[in-house]
């Protein structure tokens, strides 16, 4: 089968985002399809080797052709140059968009053959980032956030969002046809947990993501001063994640060897081996938090709020935790590490258990191979 994929973000490990596609990446690239590549350069060799074809548009700094195209509803800079790639879109059987925000694929790819994933709901997204500030350029993406989503999802074959939320979401915004919709949670690579690792008896917690960010900052230090001063086990704490900013770097200073800050590690898995819970304050973002996913593919359980479980079936207590207010956080945090090593042992296989059976790649590529079968 001979596939299109298109992605405004390149796959990769560094980010949620970039996770996200690569979890599509993987899912489509199997031996018996070939896949092409649209989309900016990708940084990892063995990620780039398994398309067949990779087309990178360039960015245009021109603020005039910027304008004009932002006056279409069009805010990606790469638009133009998208426009004149020697790509045949007749010749695909499928093309798979991840994102809504590329409306404009619709000029040149035939509908019947389009799958859109849909990350979040970005018209969602964009009116928050507008009401936190109301600048004209954050107008103009909040309302064409809303046209892109509603002529692609509304033209494309199938639909393909992470959770029931969106679902709900997109039928009320756009009222897409259901029958066209696919289910595909977060997904994300095993990690051959070991039985060895499951009884790691140690005493550190993990807090992960985009440390520059300012939802999961806020959360963090939400966290170091609601929560973790006040926990009656002492646990340590590993803040591990891209670009810390000042403010981070300066707040952990003064808990001394309680938290090691692992500034843009080039590799996660070290951290996560190391740390028996993982821990999730967050409090707001769309989408389904791959931090979430990441955790338990190395059989931590996590404790994080109800919006950073959005689209998990968890088992409250058995598996992970689902905790809001400081007291909440506490008692669960407290709860896991006053259990017996076996206890724990178990909680820690629970969690593994639900990774294999729902987030892990081999269900995203079972999931995807049912999608495209209905285009071969």
Known sequence: MKILH?????????????????QTELSITSP????DYVGPEIEDP????????????????????????????????SY?????????????????LDFT????????????????????VEYDFSRSAYELNKTLKNRIVMKASYRQESTLLNAA?????????????????????????????????????????????????????????GGNYDGIKWFLDHVFTKLTTQPKLIIAGKNPNDEL????????????????????????????????????????????AEALSYGL?????????????????????????PEEFIRDIDSYFSKTKAERIQMRENALELFNRSYSMDSSVKEWKTILSEFA
């Open 80 to 96: 133009e140059s998208w426009k004149r790639l020697p790509i045949d879109y007749a010749s695909y059987d499928a093309v798979v």
């Open 157 to 213: 074959a199938r639909v393909v969002p992470l959770t029931e939320q969106d679902i709900r979401r997109l039928d009320h915004l756009y009222h897409v046809d259901k029958s066209k919709i696919h289910l595909v949670p977060v997904c994300t690579r095993s990690r051959d947990t070991g039985r060895q690792e499951l009884e790691a008896d140690g005493n550190s917690m993990i807090i992960t993501g985009s440390l520059w960010f």
């Open 249 to 292: 770097k300066k707040a952990v200073k003064a808990y001394g060897d309680r938290i090691q800050l692992i500034d843009s590690p080039k590799d996660m898995a070290p951290y996560f081996r190391k740390a028996v819970l993982s821990i999730a304050p967050v409090f707001d973002g769309a989408g389904m938090k791959v931090k979430v």
């Open 6 to 22: 298109i992605t405004p973000e390149a796959p990769g490990y560094t980010s949620g985002g970039r996770l996200g596609i690569l």
């Open 301 to 325: 359980p996590v404790v994080g709020t109800k919006h950073a479980m959005t689209g998990y079936r968890i088992k409250n207590g058995i598996d992970s935790y689902k905790a809001d207010s």
């Open 32 to 35: 018996e399809n070939i896949v």
């Open 101 to 120: 925000k590329q409306s404009y694929v619709l000029q040149k790819v035939d509908p019947k053959k389009l799958i859109v994933r849909v990350h979040n």
């Open 46 to 77: 063995s990620l780039r080797q398994r398309y067949r074809h990779c087309y990178v548009p360039t960015k245009t700094g021109n603020p005039v052709v910027l304008l004009y195209d932002a006056a279409r509803g069009i805010t990606n800079k």
